[in-house]
């Protein structure tokens, strides 16, 4: 077995809106190289769990990056860290190009504008229909065309841990898949670490090193996704067959 170093973990993650507690104390871990993928029903938290991360909301309790408290580090911080959030329903800045928002999402970056223009053509082979539409303003962009770009997007910053919400919603399922396959191969080619949250369970399954399920804030259950689908109510509850 090869060993495996923890690159998040969070200790009693507690976090909501005002006074209304959402997550209840969650203990998660990311190892280096794996997709760790949360399921849980609509309402259940995963957002709130990606915001709580990424330090977009208010949180108590613990998180490690790296062995290193980020608890108290602004989002700034923790995307110069090394961790990335794509929000749920796309996240690019309608207003301005397809170019225009790779380029905005490597401004943490201080490897210069080589590097940067390098990784967009990167970015544009992974996505040839970003490259047809480059001068396109986001806003006009087809929803799947929008999801390619937020994480396109996201990973211009040359993230070490992908934080993706439901990246399949609203998607037909040939882009999901695309979509999904293209998240598997950044894993195995590039040691992208990904942590995705999901409602559609079978796709996520399929690429996922290990699954949590989130309920009402809790995590009630964790394993491989062999090991969650051979439990029956779990099958029946979040995999529907
Ligand atoms: N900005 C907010 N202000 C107040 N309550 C919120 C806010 N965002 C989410 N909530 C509440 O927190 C709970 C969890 O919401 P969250 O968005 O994390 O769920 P989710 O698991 O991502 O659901 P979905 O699958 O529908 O995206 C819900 O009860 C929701 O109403
Ligand atoms: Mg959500």
Redesign the pocket.
């Known amino acids: 077995m090869t060993s495996q170093t923890t690159l998040l973990n969070t200790r009693f993650l507690t976090a909501g809106?005002g006074p209304?507690t959402?997550l209840h104390g969650i203990d998660i871990e990311v190892n280096e190289g794996e997709i760790v993928v949360v399921l849980?029903a609509?309402?259940?938290?995963?957002?709130?769990l990606m915001r709580a991360i990424s330090g977009t909301i208010p949180r108590t309790g613990n998180i490690e990056f790296e062995g290193r408290s980020i608890k108290k580090d602004s989002t700034d911080a923790i995307v110069r860290a090394g961790i990335v959030q794509v929000p749920?329903g796309r996240g690019t800045f309608p207003e301005l190009s397809v170019a225009d928002n790779l380029l905005a999402g490597a401004y943490v970056r201080r490897d210069g504008a080589k590097a940067v223009a390098d990784d967009i053509a990167k970015w544009y082979s992974v996505f040839p229909r970003l490259q047809e539409r480059s001068t396109q303003r986001a806003g006009s962009l087809s929803g799947g065309e929008q999801q390619m770009l937020a994480i396109a997007r996201a990973l211009m910053s040359r993230p070490k841990l992908l934080l993706c919400d439901?990246p399949s919603m609203g998607l037909a399922p040939l882009i999901t898949r695309e979509l999904f396959n293209v998240i598997g191969q950044l894993n195995k080619e590039e040691g992208l670490s990904v942590l995705l949250v999901e409602?559609n369970a079978n796709l996520a399954m399929h690429i996922a090193s290990r699954v949590y399920l989130l309920e009402t804030g809790v995590i009630v259950a964790s394993g491989s996704a062999a090991e969650l689908s051979a439990d029956d109510s779990i099958r029946k509850a979040y995999l529907g067959f």
């Open positions: 809106y209304v959402v849980g609509n309402g259940a938290g995963k957002t709130t749920q439901e409602q």
